[in-house]
């Protein structure tokens, strides 16, 4: 980074911007403190306060657009001042920040629209909308915050807030555990990056994004690699990257429209966010770089082996999550042009996975809950919006022309293929590698579910279309899956720009043609969709079949929960119990050993416990002689 | 109204007040409760008087008061008070009343009187008052030791299972600790010029050697009281058998005379030891953060376990103190406070689970969010407040803490900061067991598991709750009165400066 990053002050309408993160904040507060007294209306306040943040951003939008220098700031208060630390309550409106608030309103109004239908029933229903509310101010947060400190207080807003959700049927103990599970694994994530954060503040004494991004090129190669693995840690935790990705799929414990807005569309793409608002931190580092590119790589392959052998259909969606996210995170470590072409890819994704999402749960809607794809079959007839939506999704996401994640994935392949030297066949591979994968485990699922023969459980005898709450936001979802990406890919590049960076045309050729490379990824798409429909166009078994190890190893997760269990969570549970031992017999035992040595055996300890006044009384006369006896000595110059 | 003697008054004041309820017939137990509540809400405006009084950029002691006691010995009535001890003396103002009101019952059904219940609270009050506005070492020795007294009594008398072995653990240990400061309180006296004076004995000239035992007595009673591990033990087995709300003033406010004391004692007093054992301190602080987590991760008793997680807390208090930065040294003073609203609210919580089950186990718990959903999102979001998440105010003293630290002290500050992910474990796990889950069949067997809270319970959590909310976004009002204070004993005591950005702003900072 050459150029000194400096944001204007926000004046006229753009100095309200912290009505984006106010306004969701005090709906959330109304439903959460009401209680049962909203709860005809709640659901109503919880969508318009999400609305107006969307027609709010709209206009921040445009005239934000219509500035010169496209990057205003605005301090609010003083948040913390201690010595030479400075920390304002402030927030920055640029070119990244409005896509992302876009985005989350955007699709985030359309999801909340979509849980008034899906929500109808539950007797939670305003606690719903307020914990929802509450993502929202937080998400909000997190990507209007100007420095490191309002990030964090975001990035761990959004965490409870996912876990409120994800534990939201928390007498269920699955849901309870996969909140706790989330919240955890995303700590580990947070406790990175606030060590990052120290580092800013030890060596560029401040936390705000300009002085960082334009200090850190004074830096010391190590500083600026460890910050940046450490961000990196606080990103996997955030995006359920390798080797934090655990908790993700767990996360489906909680209703579907959480699974879409936060799971899919927004929070768990925090971490894209974070790197690339750090783009000036990671460029200045190629090996931190391939780093991340590794992470992404490895985990797109991890995310599309382990689809491949899910039937839950709300977990074949989220390792789905998992694997486009590690495109992204291929994108952003790739640096350069490929920042926005990861940025446009998340905001593709948004649409088509929150799309595939509700359709899910329009599916489960219909069909008492179930999940099992394999429980599904031939829903095409009876679900006619659903299917046309999902499979609108399900074309996106596979990346066929023309829909949408053609013209937002295809570009990161291509920009795999760029690298300098052989590692350019390596992630160049695996991007591809994962296109083919990624048509096949997508097929697979929408083949299961809408085609092929029926293969219901007996107490469903007539599947119903989910009612216009809910299909509406579907159908505008679906459409955003067709052109999004055809519509926002050079556009958005442009504008993002001034935050990520220019294209950078002409200093890389792919190791292979451009031409090529869209052969390839296009025919290994065709063929690993045609493989699926081929081989579950007739349906399949209604129960798990035994498998040969690969497909084994893919439906344990790729042993990777055994491993966090045997080498984290049993060990712990030892230690902790082991501890408590000690602690009593040991330690507690010493002191307890100790006075009773004092007191001349335990027995006379025990006389201690009377209780007496007296007893007491007598104690404290003792001590007052001895002061009075040790003031005399001092006094008579004993000690002089 | 600056010359209004505000802390004679507020030490003795609830005494008075205290004599009052406790003198009332068993049988006004009903007065008793109006009368204290009603004296400690005046005594709460005098504190607020008095932080309104309080110049924040003004002398580093201020509304001192000094009277004669022992001329001989040149003990004196000497009360003043920094930013540091205001702080403290506004958290026991409004804690008195919540807590008061928080225990309204808890003395009913016991066969004790009740006025005296509320008596000792009002006692409790008065020492605590006393022993952060002192200004003289010995009057500090007297409060110290004194404040014992009414703790003793209410752990002793009105606690739970086991609060004989509890209160008496409780009293020697604190003992065996005041004498060792008793022996360090003579010696300063004999060897800083015979004076008892805190601001004289500041420029007390001793010998290394003398330095180094008197700060090792001092720092000994305070290791014991904050606690520190090793000396920990008496805590959980004091929080666990006190009644709740004794429980929540003794973590709240009466373990901080220990890190108090350090601050206001062993810092300035003994610079060159500070700095000679801030090491060991730190270790001990260190060990304390991990190993009290893990252990307040394998509780199965509510009240233990919220024990165990403050002296994990107070760890983080100790990293700060010793840290000698402005930042980590703020952070740790803002910590005392934050941690008496959050732990204070979660122990009361927790006793509100306690009384309505009957059981502290939590075992005995589980699912209970279907019977109390209002007490057990109250009893999450005082959790959340225990792990420092953003938005409450321990957030910003965890952040201060850890941040001043890793200037100075890079792999104390990684390794504390591990400290939050056993926070979240300990805290998460907590809220599963006791609320969350299968509802368990025996729980709604209790009659009291069918109320939600009460009127009076709400007025109790509700101004907890708004201040950790309010200092969690704007700590400024606390930290302006704290940072003048940490920085004159940082900066004058210890002559440490905080450390330079080691690379430098491009442009600066701040506007």
């Known amino acids: ?640 | 109204m600056s010359d209004f003697p505000f802390l004679s008054v507020l030490t003795v004041a609830p005494l008075v007040g205290g004599l009052l309820v406790a003198f009332l017939p068993a049988s006004r137990g009903e007065l008793a409760k109006r009368v204290a509540f009603g004296w400690s809400l005046a005594v709460l405006a005098l504190a607020i008087a008095m932080w309104v009084a309080f110049d924040a950029g003004g002398d580093r002691l201020q509304l001192r008061e000094s009277y004669s006691w022992i001329p001989a010995w040149g003990v004196n009535f000497t009360f003043a008070a920094d930013g540091i001890a205001l702080v403290m003396l506004m958290l026991i103002a409004l804690l008195v009343p919540v807590v008061i009101l928080a225990s309204w019952h808890d003395a009913d059904n016991l066969k004790r009187s009740v006025p005296v219940y509320f008596g000792l609270l009002l006692f409790l009050e008065s020492t605590m008052i006393g022993v952060f506005a002192a200004a003289d070492v010995f009057l500090f020795y007297v409060f110290f030791e004194v404040m014992l007294v009414p703790m003793y009594f209410l752990i002793g008398s009105y606690g739970g299972h086991q609060r004989q072995y509890a209160a008496v653990k409780f009293f020697l240990y604190s003992l065996v600790g005041g004498l060792f400061m008793l022996a360090a309180v003579i010696g300063l006296w004999a060897l800083g010029g015979k004076t008892f004076d805190w601001e004289a004995l500041t420029q007390a000239d001793l010998s290394t050697g003398a330095e180094r035992w008197l700060f090792l007595g001092f720092f000994l009673a305070f290791a014991i009281k904050a606690p520190f591990f090793p000396f920990h033990t008496w805590l959980p087995d004091a929080g666990g058998a006190a009644p709740a709300g004794a429980a929540a003033l003794l973590v709240g406010v009466l373990d901080k005379v220990g890190t108090f004391g350090i601050l206001r004692y062993c810092l300035p007093l003994f610079p060159d030891a500070s700095k000679w054992f801030a090491p060991w301190a730190i270790a001990l602080a260190l060990i304390g953060i991990i190993y009290a987590a893990l252990l307040a991760v394998g509780q199965n008793d509510l009240k233990r376990l919220v024990s165990y997680t403050s002296i994990a807390h107070f760890g983080f208090i100790g990293v700060g103190i010793f840290a000698f930065t402005t930042q980590a040294g703020t952070g740790a003073v803002l910590y005392m406070v934050n941690h008496g609203l959050a732990t204070g609210l979660l122990f009361l919580v927790v006793g509100m689970l306690v009384a309505r089950r009957g059981s502290a186990l939590i075992s005995d718990f589980g699912g209970a969010s279907k019977l109390v959903p209002v007490l057990a999102g109250v009893l999450f979001f005082a959790g959340l407040a225990s792990l420092a998440l953003p938005g409450t105010a321990p957030f910003v003293s965890e952040f201060l803490v850890l941040i001043g630290t890793y200037t100075v002290n890079k792999p104390v500050a990684i390794v504390a900061t591990a400290g939050i992910i056993l926070a979240a474990a300990y805290v998460l796990w907590m809220v599963q067991r006791t609320t969350q889950g299968t509802l368990n069949p025996a729980l709604s067997g209790v009659e009291g598991m069918r109320r939600d809270l009460s009127v009076r319970e709400r007025v109790v959590v509700a101004p907890l709750i708004a201040l950790l909310l309010l200092l969690g976004f704007y700590p400024k009002p606390v930290t302006d009165v704290i940072n003048p204070a940490v920085q004159a004993t940082m900066e004058q005591d210890l002559g440490r400066h905080d450390p330079a950005p080691t690379v430098g702003t491009v442009q600066e900072a701040h506007r």
């Open chain 1, 1 to 640: 980074m050459e150029h000194t990053v400096e944001y204007a002050q926000a004046t006229g309408l753009l100095g309200s911007v912290w009505l984006l993160v106010a306004v969701p904040a005090v709906s959330a507060a109304i439903l959460l403190l009401l209680g049962r007294r909203a709860d005809r209306w709640g659901h109503w306040l919880g969508v318009a306060s999400v609305g107006v943040a969307f027609v709010l951003g709209l206009t921040y939008f445009f005239q934000l657009r219509d500035l010169e220098n496209r990057s205003v700031e605005r301090s609010l208060w003083e948040f913390i001042a201690v010595g030479n630390l400075h920390v304002d309550f402030g927030l920055l409106f640029d070119p990244l920040a409005a896509v992302f608030v876009l985005l989350i309103t955007g699709v985030g109004f359309l999801i909340h629209v979509y849980a008034v239908g899906y929500m109808a029933h539950d007797p939670g229903r305003r606690r719903f909308f307020g914990f929802f509310n509450l993502f929202v101010a937080a998400m909000l947060l997190l990507v209007l915050g100007n420095n490191y400190v309002m990030l964090y207080v975001g990035w761990e807003g959004v965490g409870v807030a996912s876990y409120l959700l994800i534990s939201f049927w928390q007498n269920r103990p699955s849901a309870a555990t996969a909140g706790k599970k989330a919240f955890l694994m995303n700590r580990v994530g947070d406790a990175g990056l606030a060590i990052a954060i120290f580092i800013m503040f030890a060596t560029l004494g401040s936390t705000q994004y300009a002085d960082v991004f334009n200090g850190a090129g004074a830096l010391a190669s190590g500083t600026v690699l460890a910050m940046g693995l450490l961000l990196l840690l606080g990103a996997t935790g955030k995006s359920g990257q390798f080797p934090l990705q655990a908790w993700l799929p767990d996360a489906m414990e909680g209703p579907t429209p959480v699974s879409a807005l936060i799971h899919a569309a927004t929070m768990v793409t925090a971490g894209v966010y974070l790197i690339a608002r750090s783009n000036p931190i990671f460029s200045l580092d190629p090996t931190l770089q391939t780093v991340v590119v590794s992470v992404g790589a490895l985990t797109l392959l991890m995310g599309c082996i382990i689809g491949a052998a899910k039937d839950d259909i709300k977990r074949v969606l989220a390792w789905s999550t998992v694997s486009q996210i590690g495109y992204m995170f291929l994108g952003v470590g790739l640096g350069g042009g490929a920042y926005a072409l990861a940025i446009i890819h998340l905001l593709a994704h948004g649409f088509f996975k929150a799309n595939m999402f509700l359709g899910a749960g329009s599916v489960m809607h219909g069909m008492k809950d179930q999940v099992n794809i394999r429980r599904f079959g031939g829903l095409a007839k009876h679900m006619r919006i659903t299917w046309i939506t999902f499979g609108l999704g399900w074309l996106a996401i596979i990346g066929m022309w023309p829909f949408s994640g053609y013209f937002t994935k295809e570009p990161i392949i291509v920009a795999a293929f760029e690298r300098d030297d052989w590692t350019a066949w390596l992630y160049g591979g695996a991007a591809l590698l994962g296109a083919g994968l990624t048509a096949f485990y997508m097929t697979r699922l929408f083949v299961l579910t809408f085609h092929g023969p029926k293969r219901w459980t007996e107490d469903i005898d007539h599947p119903h279309e989910s009612p216009p709450i809910m299909t509406i936001p579907l159908i505008l979802l679906g459409l955003g899956s067709v052109v999004a990406g055809w519509l926002m890919a050079t556009p958005v590049a442009d504008w993002l720009t001034p935050v990520l960076g220019g294209h950078g045309e002409g200093e890389h050729h792919p190791v292979l043609s451009h031409t090529m490379i869209t052969v390839l990824s296009l025919t290994l798409t065709v063929l690993g969709a045609g493989l699926a429909w081929l081989l579950f166009r007739n349906g399949t078994a209604l129960e798990e079949q035994p498998a040969g190890p690969l497909v084994r190893a893919a439906r344990r997760n790729l042993y990777t929960d055994a491993f966090n269990e045997a080498v984290f969570e049993k060990p712990g549970i030892f230690l902790t119990r082991a501890l408590v031992f000690l602690d009593n017999r040991g330690v507690d035992g010493l002191v307890n050993a100790l006075a009773a040595a004092v007191g001349g055996g335990s027995g006379r300890l025990r006389r201690l416990q009377t209780g007496f006044v007296r007893s007491y009384a007598m104690s404290m006369l003792t001590g007052a002689v001895l002061v009075v006896a040790a003031f005399l000595a001092v006094q008579a110059g004993w000690f002089a």
